[in-house]
């Protein structure tokens, strides 16, 4: 049931947001000159999988977990985009395409040993990984891994439709949160 809505309201949302897409594609042109942002992570089973963002940050930024990016690398576009959600847009197409689900455990990248640990004795890579969930509502983001598995585990635990409506609700009300950025 849980894949059915994540097609449905992928497909809404990408309808809906279409012409903003289109605005924030040519702004990050005009920006970076390279707007779409890859970058491979680990997703269900620790199969890799590409997630598409929009860049925020400098094109020569260090490939590494947005808490250990330094804050010079985002740019002004960036900080906006990042603020307000908008540089998630892109994740639709992976929600639509099966490598992500709405709600599920953030994708980490492949050297967060230590997260990669932590989850993997949690059973957190038997699910796909979410835009939100649990630990996003709760500010729980990727510099404390061993929280942040246990947060992933409690919210993989009790995932229900209910659940998954709710945190989505919780997310677009502004209540979701994104990894925060090093101040360096």
Same mark, same amino acid.
């Given at each position: 049931?849980?894949?059915?809505?994540?097609?449905?309201?992928?497909?809404?949302?990408?309808?809906?947001?279409?012409?903003?897409?289109?605005?924030?594609?040519?702004?990050?042109?005009?920006?970076?000159?390279?707007?779409?942002?890859?970058?491979?992570?680990?997703?269900?089973?620790?199969?890799?999988?590409?997630?598409?963002?929009?860049?925020?940050?400098?094109?020569?930024?260090?490939?590494?977990?947005?808490?250990?990016?330094? #804050? $010079? &690398?985002?740019?002004?576009?960036?900080?906006?985009?990042?603020? !307000?959600? =908008?540089?998630?847009?892109?994740?639709?197409?992976?929600?639509?395409?099966?490598?992500?689900?709405?709600?599920?455990?953030?994708?980490?990248?492949?050297?967060?040993?230590?997260?990669?640990?932590?989850?993997?004795?949690?059973?957190?890579?038997?699910?796909?990984?979410?835009?939100?969930?649990?630990?996003?509502?709760?500010?729980?983001?990727?510099?404390?891994?061993?929280?942040?598995? #246990? $947060? &992933?585990?409690?919210?993989?635990?009790?995932?229900?439709?209910? !659940?998954? =409506?709710?945190?989505?609700?919780?997310?677009?009300?502004?209540?979701?949160?994104?990894?925060?950025?090093?101040?360096?």
């Amino acid at each position: 049931m849980i894949r059915f809505f994540d097609i449905i309201f992928s497909l809404v949302g990408i309808v809906i947001l279409c012409p903003i897409f289109v605005i924030l594609l040519i702004a990050g042109y005009f920006d970076t000159r390279s707007p779409i942002f890859c970058q491979e992570r680990m997703g269900k089973n620790k199969k890799p999988f590409n997630l598409f963002k929009f860049r925020s940050m400098n094109i020569n930024a260090k490939s590494v977990a947005t808490h250990l990016a330094s #804050h $010079s &690398d985002v740019t002004n576009y960036g900080k906006f985009i990042r603020k !307000t959600k =908008l540089d998630e847009i892109p994740q639709l197409f992976n929600v639509l395409v099966g490598d992500m689900s709405f709600v599920g455990p953030r994708p980490n990248l492949f050297n967060q040993d230590e997260l990669i640990e932590k989850r993997e004795k949690l059973g957190v890579y038997m699910v796909k990984p979410g835009i939100t969930g649990l630990s996003q509502i709760n500010k729980i983001d990727m510099s404390d891994p061993k929280r942040l598995a #246990h $947060s &992933d585990e409690k919210m993989i635990q009790n995932l229900s439709v209910l !659940t998954y =409506l709710i945190y989505l609700f919780k997310t677009i009300s502004g209540n979701g949160f994104g990894d925060r950025i090093n101040n360096k």
